[in-house]
């Protein structure tokens, strides 16, 4: 006894086949109607097990190719189906010849007794031979109801999809939109809380700076060396509190501050970062070279100038001790981008501290003499400006912060 299967699904297939198999039905395969027709024709079958949904050649076509072929009309022809499965459609199966019309799934113990029962009843001749529509209309006709009607149903079932689909969607923006203003507002009260609290901080730090300054005025004279060092300490140490409590303020001010983008030369921010650590610069007897001419960046200008500021500040700070500072500021421009270098002869960075150190509080020797701070604001303002911030370096050789902006 042997078996055609029909279905453009290998897991199907290969399922069907190991079924029949198993009750001893020899069994060949065909992917589509053509591909069964052809192998009908060169072949002897006892029963055809075809799927409707095909590409080529549908199961509907290769039925009634079958039944409506003298050679072939005799193989009881079964429908097994997933997709066509309403009542109509079992109609147009049996109108075109088929012995039986099963559904996927089907159980398959229940799928054997059927296929058993239909060929059973083939045998003794009874159902078959089958009498095709008289015109070619008539299946031509039903055939195309039949199309039309899956088509409607799917384009149904695809709008539904597409109208939950685009439900979900909005849920999940409403959603993204709400926590996003939810963490900015946290953001904006946290950072309004640390700035009161560094203003709050900072009169009584003034308070113990101003007096210990008047009594080493007043008193300094008299008091030991050692007592002198004690209020010395304190001085120091409230101008130490105090720079801290500055960066806290600049770097909380940066994320409350309005921030309106316009073309600002960076030959200029460059000069007046410069200008403004000018003391440090001659103290340490620092050279800076501008490679003009520099382009402009789309930037807001005090900003820019703070980031340059802090960059030329840390350049300085982070020497060798017998290497006097050099720092390179040079830039280039592609695709309406612009890449500004500012390298530097210090002691380098390593590897695995490149991204940590711009984050706040991160400083690398406990004996650095910042807070921690001025990367953090760096790249805090860079990305307010829509830019971003890197740094790459050698260990002893130095290192190099790359900014790149919009082109102003
Ligand atoms: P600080 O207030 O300590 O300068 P920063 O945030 O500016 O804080 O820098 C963080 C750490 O990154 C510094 O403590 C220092 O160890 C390292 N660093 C920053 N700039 C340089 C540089 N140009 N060369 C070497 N190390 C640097």
């Not at 009260?189 to 007096?211: K, M, N, Q, T, W």
């Not at 921030?259 to 000069?271: C, K, T």
């Amino acid at each position: 006894m042997k078996v055609l299967i029909v279905d453009d699904r290998p897991d199907n297939l290969y399922l069907l086949r190991q079924l029949l198999e198993s009750r001893g039905f020899g069994v060949d395969e065909a992917v589509n109607g053509r591909e069964a027709l052809t192998k009908l024709n060169q072949q002897k079958f006892d029963l055809v097990i075809s799927d409707i949904m095909m590409p080529e050649m549908d199961g509907f076509e290769l039925c009634h190719l079958v039944k409506t072929s003298d050679a072939l009309r005799q193989i009881p022809f079964v429908v097994y189906t997933a997709t066509y499965t309403s009542s109509k459609d079992e109609a147009l199966a049996r109108s075109l010849g088929a012995s039986g019309f099963l559904v996927k799934p089907t159980e398959p113990h229940d799928f054997l007794r059927q296929i058993e029962d239909i060929i059973s009843k083939a045998e003794k001749g009874e159902a078959l031979p089958h009498q095709p529509p008289a015109e070619e209309q008539t299946f031509l006709r039903q055939y195309n109801e039949r199309l039309i009607h899956k088509l409607e149903d799917k384009s149904l079932e695809l709008e539904q999809k597409n109208a939950a689909l685009e439900e979900l969607t909005r849920t999940l923006e409403q959603r993204v939109r709400a926590a996003v203003k939810d963490l900015e507002e946290r953001n904006r009260e946290l950072e309004a809380f640390a700035s009161s609290v560094s203003h709050d901080l900072r009169r009584p730090l003034r308070g113990i700076a101003g007096r210990a300054a008047i009594l080493m005025e007043e008193a300094g004279a008299t008091l030991n060396p050692e007592h002198r060092e004690h209020v010395e300490r304190i001085i120091n140490t409230a101008q130490e509190m105090d720079g801290l409590i500055d960066s806290l303020l600049s770097y909380s001010r940066l994320s409350m501050e309005e921030i309106a983008l316009r073309p600002i030369s960076l030959e200029s921010a460059v000069q007046r970062a410069a200008e403004q650590i000018s003391a440090r610069m001659e103290e340490n007897k620092a050279q800076l070279n501008i490679h003009r001419p520099l382009p402009s960046v789309r930037a807001h200008e005090p900003v820019l100038v703070q980031v340059f500021a802090n960059l030329l500040d840390n350049a300085i700070k982070f020497t060798e001790p017998d290497r006097p500072p050099c720092i390179e500021v040079s830039a280039s421009e592609a695709s309406g981008r612009v890449t500004v270098v500012v390298r530097d002869n210090g002691i380098g960075i390593a590897p695995e501290f490149r991204e940590r150190i711009f984050e706040m509080f991160q400083r690398l020797s406990g004996a650095s003499p910042g807070h921690g701070i001025g990367l953090a604001i760096v790249r805090k303002a860079v990305e307010r400006m829509g830019g971003t911030v890197t740094v790459e370096s050698k260990p002893g050789e130095g290192s190099s912060f790359i900014l790149n902006f919009a082109r102003g």
